[in-house]
């Protein structure tokens, strides 16, 4: 958390966009990264992202991917889709300034993301929205306080509200809810002095969750109930399944990146290990799962001082690891819901 989630030419948002943010859907318990030991890793013996790494195969699962994309600028990415197979790869946004963390609406016809104008700091980022063809652009952030910015917009299940994080003075940043279409801004919750609180995204039931300090929390909307749902972790990016059975994390103490159940229990699944032969500068992953369930996107979360990842796709259970085609400056997947 995405999350993602700048530059070295912005650094004042390096610290948040280091940590992705990625996205989750659903409740996790005090054990949700916890389990036995994780299974033996299915990923090639020899890096897959390095000069003679061994050539992976086309995706075979069906599906459109939202992404931020440095191809063209590393200090200004934009929005693209593109199939899982490498086709149909379409630009959606071409500002001058940044655009990141991009969200699907739960209904597959918008996009949410966050722009960085040019020439400005991390407290000036704007949240827009835009139909799935690119067109539409809407800002939705113009009743953010003055000196504040918004990052890591993502949707809530019924499409009704937003949930972001709003910068105030790094690391400090408030989870904030609005409604869909930019009104009604409310504060769920203040950090005071806890550092580095980012990536909220909802579960189910309508509760939000963020990453604080490598460890998950849940708030509800109105700011009641904040609990620690992991402890003394070190996760860097995760997404819950669909079905809220199963968590994707990145554990820089186990320097994988793991499927584990969601709430405690059995072994866990090895996705990348070690996530640096892949994603090999600031190797910070942010997942997302397919609608349903079977397979993960995996790419960079971090883009400091890179131009991304490739844009990994890999089964749930660990096997048949591909990379998209054409796709070497990935950032922050988010899957089209069906």
């Keep these: 958390m995405r999350n993602h989630w700048g530059s070295a030419s912005r650094a004042s948002v390096t610290v948040v966009l280091m940590i992705s943010a990625f996205v989750v859907v659903a409740v996790l318990a005090l054990a949700a990264c916890g389990g036995s030991d994780a299974t033996p890793s299915t990923s090639p013996t020899v890096a897959a992202s390095g000069d003679g790494a061994?050539?992976?195969?086309?995706?075979?699962?069906?599906?459109?991917?939202?992404?931020?994309?440095?191809?063209?600028?590393?200090?200004?990415?934009d929005i693209y889709v593109v199939n899982a197979d490498g086709t149909g790869l379409t630009q959606l946004t071409d500002d001058p300034g940044?655009?990141?963390?991009?969200?699907?609406s739960p209904d597959g016809q918008k996009i949410v993301y966050s722009i960085l104008p040019p020439g400005t700091d991390s407290w000036d980022c704007t949240v827009w929205v835009m139909n799935a063809d690119g067109s539409g652009k809407k800002e939705l952030s113009k009743q953010l306080p003055k000196g504040c910015g918004g990052v890591w917009p993502t949707w809530s299940p019924d499409g009704k509200h937003i949930a972001f994080?709003?910068?105030?003075?790094?690391?400090?940043?408030?989870?904030?809810?609005?409604?869909?279409?930019?009104?009604?801004?409310?504060?769920?919750?203040?950090?005071?002095?806890?550092?580095?609180v980012f990536g909220p995204s909802w579960t189910p039931d309508g509760r939000i969750l963020f990453l604080k300090d490598g460890d998950?929390?849940?708030?509800?909307?109105?700011?009641?109930g904040l609990a620690p749902l992991t402890k003394g972790r070190s996760i860097r990016g995760y997404a819950l399944s669909p079905d809220g059975k199963r968590i994707a994390?990145?554990?820089?103490?186990?320097?994988?990146?793991?499927?584990?159940?969601?709430?405690?229990?059995?072994a866990r699944v090895t996705l990348l290990d070690p996530v640096s032969d892949f994603i090999t500068y600031d190797p910070f992953v942010a997942p997302a799962w397919t609608p349903d369930g079977k397979a993960l996107a995996l790419a960079s979360a971090s883009d400091r001082g890179s131009t991304g990842s490739r844009l990994y796709i890999v089964n749930?259970?660990?096997?048949?690891?591909?990379?998209?085609?054409?796709?070497?400056?990935?950032l922050e997947p988010a899957w089209r819901p069906e």
């Design 216 to 224: 998950i929390f849940s708030v509800n909307p109105d700011g009641s």
């Design 249 to 266: 994390v990145h554990d820089l103490a186990s320097l994988r990146a793991e499927v584990a159940a969601a709430w405690g229990g059995g």
């Design 54 to 77: 061994t050539p992976l195969p086309t995706p075979t699962v069906a599906g459109t991917i939202a992404f931020s994309n440095r191809a063209a600028s590393e200090a200004n990415p």
């Design 98 to 104: 940044g655009d990141d963390h991009p969200s699907w």
């Design 316 to 330: 749930a259970d660990g096997s048949g690891l591909s990379a998209v085609p054409g796709i070497d400056h990935a």
């Design 165 to 196: 994080s709003m910068l105030t003075t790094l690391p400090s940043l408030d989870v904030c809810v609005m409604n869909a279409d930019g009104s009604g801004l409310k504060r769920v919750f203040t950090p005071g002095k806890m550092k580095e």
